[in-house]
């Protein structure tokens, strides 16, 4: 009998991940089981694709990014050698649905995979596949659960669950709003809390919310909104997230904590951010900073961001208010020089972030910089055009090499030396011993037991070793390997974390498997 093998390639494999690829356990849940079974999952930051698990028949699902499609298509290769039918799906198929094709495999998926997922594995079973399949932005209501009980989760910090699609802002450099649409589409409130409570009972205590915005309606972007009609809009979604926040308070435990990226206008919606706080126990926020400087900011679309040390003072609030901050900022925008990174580097020390990276600005495809960038490529040298952009762009189709944004990208204000340089500064700096144990000794921090403070710690050196220079988006990430110490620091991480954070999982497990579920006699403190 044929099976269903979901494939998550990845450019490295460490055997354990920060989060789960929420993706994979969503088409699973997407797989026709009454057809052809329970499908086989293979994250590669887990382990690597080994194709001695395919057979003829047998469909592979692949889902890429433009950061992954290398490795992608190095599985649609081996899975095709095998006699397999290959189909591929992610952002980067939904953006260039034909690329995938060129490189063998048999079908592409653009847009959710969620309701299209069953008609695939059907047409692939009756050998009547077609080469394209729309999964289109499906409503919150048609988003499905994640097949958990698929799951190994000692092989995870952090679960994802999904509570919003679509994202109100279009950042020039983004991708997202372009494959998932400004307009927030809501999941089921009763659909997100079965979820979290599933993954509770494994064991887990912290959950990553995978959504692009977890606020995409507070008041300061309503405020934002010029049109009538569109702050009516995100009006509503502020009152049905705040619905939402209550009832989630009311029916998970209150030993479960979450996280997730957010704007950092935030901070200024009292109410929000304190239902965000009091009823989803939200303890740890991913912040689009971008940049500290004015001109970085609008040069990024990024009016809703405050600058300099504006938004150190709004990172220093969350952190007063018990939410620690990961800090997003990016190296090379257009505006950038030496001096605006040295600032960079300053601002990101005194704002007291827990974390931070620091990517190089990259024009993701299908973004509004990518196409403005393709056409002064295309246009270069004519005497009757304008270039939108200072930056060029060295290169098309650069997602099919090894080459970093420094290497494909020309800046107006800096060399590739300087750029690489300055860039490496600031992950050395903010990442120092010097700086990472000064964080341990202020704010919430301070009061985390000793062997959380050495997690953290241990976090710090293992992220800096895993993602300097490249950031924690998979669509920055190029092949590296990881050496021993790295792995190392992670093993011990991973261990002072579950013994802090995941006591008894393995039992657990076991139990909750073979039918047991607890019960919650704590569903308030």
């Known amino acids: 009998m044929p099976k269903v093998i979901l494939v998550n390639p990845a450019t490295f494999t ?3 991940s920060f989060v789960t690829p929420r993706w994979l356990f969503v088409l699973a849940q997407a797989t026709p089981v009454d057809l052809i079974g329970d499908p086989v999952i293979v994250d590669e930051a887990i382990d690597k694709f080994d194709a001695g698990l395919v057979g003829p028949g047998d469909i592979v699902g692949v889902g890429i990014t433009s950061g992954t499609c290398l490795a992608g298509y190095r599985v649609v290769k081996e899975a095709k050698s095998k006699g397999a039918t290959v189909v591929v799906g992610g952002i980067h198929a939904t953006i260039f649905p034909d690329e995938p094709l060129e490189m063998g495999a048999d079908g592409v998926v653009t847009g959710n995979g969620d309701v299209v997922w069953r008609r695939v594995v059907e047409d692939a079973l009756a050998h009547r596949l077609q080469k394209h399949y729309h999964g289109g932005r499906i ?3 048609a988003m499905l659960k994640a097949r958990w009980d698929l799951l190994d989760p000692n092989k995870y910090m952090f679960p994802t669950v999904q509570t919003v699609a679509g994202c109100p802002e279009n950042c020039n450099f983004c991708s997202v709003w372009v494959m998932d649409g400004r307009e927030p589409r809501l999941r089921p409130t009763a659909s997100i809390i079965e979820e979290v ?14 959504d692009d915005n977890f606020n995409p309606a507070t008041l300061g972007r309503i405020a934002r909104e010029p049109s009538a009609q569109k702050r009516k809009e995100l009006e509503r979604v502020r009152e049905e997230r705040l619905r939402f926040f209550a009832e989630y308070d009311r029916r998970v435990p209150k030993t479960v904590f979450a996280m997730s990226q957010m704007t950092a206008e935030v901070i200024n919606d ?30 990024a679309n990024k009016s809703g961001n405050p600058a300099g040390q504006d938004m150190v003072e709004t990172i220093r ?14 190296s090379g925008l257009e505006s950038d020089t030496v001096q605006t990174l040295e600032n960079m580097r300053r601002f990101a020390n005194e704002s007291g972030s827990l974390m931070a990276q620091f990517t190089f600005y990259s024009p993701y495809p299908g973004s509004k910089d990518y196409y403005e960038m393709i056409r002064d490529k295309e246009n270069a040298g004519r005497a009757d055009f304008t270039p939108k952009h200072k930056i060029q762009l060295l290169r098309d189709r650069f997602w099919l090499t090894t080459l970093k944004p420094a290497d494909f990208l020309q ?17 050395d700096t903010f990442y120092s011993w010097r700086e990472t144990w000064k964080r341990t000794t202020r704010g919430s921090v301070r009061s985390w037991p000793l062997a959380a403070r050495m997690a953290y710690i241990c976090c710090c050196l293992a992220f800096k070793r895993v993602f300097a220079g490249h950031g924690t988006s998979a669509d920055d990430v190029r092949r590296q390997r990881m ?26 497990v076991s139990l909750v498997r073979s039918g047991w579920r607890p019960v919650r006699a704590i569903e308030k403190e």
């Open 411 to 427: 800046h107006p204000h800096m060399s590739r030396q300087e750029l690489i340089a300055e860039n490496k500064k600031c992950w």
């Open 14 to 16: 460490a055997g354990y």
């Open 197 to 210: 409570n599933e993954l509770a009972d494994l064991g887990f205590r912290y959950i990553a919310f995978a």
């Open 270 to 299: 009292e109410e929000y951010f304190s239902a965000m706080f009091e009823q989803v126990q939200m303890r740890a926020a991913l912040i689009g900073v971008e940049t500290f400087s004015a001109e970085g900011l609008a040069s």
């Open 317 to 330: 609030r969350f952190q007063e208010r018990g939410m620690v901050v990961m800090s997003s900022i990016i």
């Open 483 to 508: 050496g021993l110490m790295t792995r190392l620091i992670i093993k011990l991480g991973v261990g002072l974390y579950t013994s802090l954070f995941r006591r008894n999982v393995g039992l657990r």
């Open 139 to 141: 409503p919150g209501e």
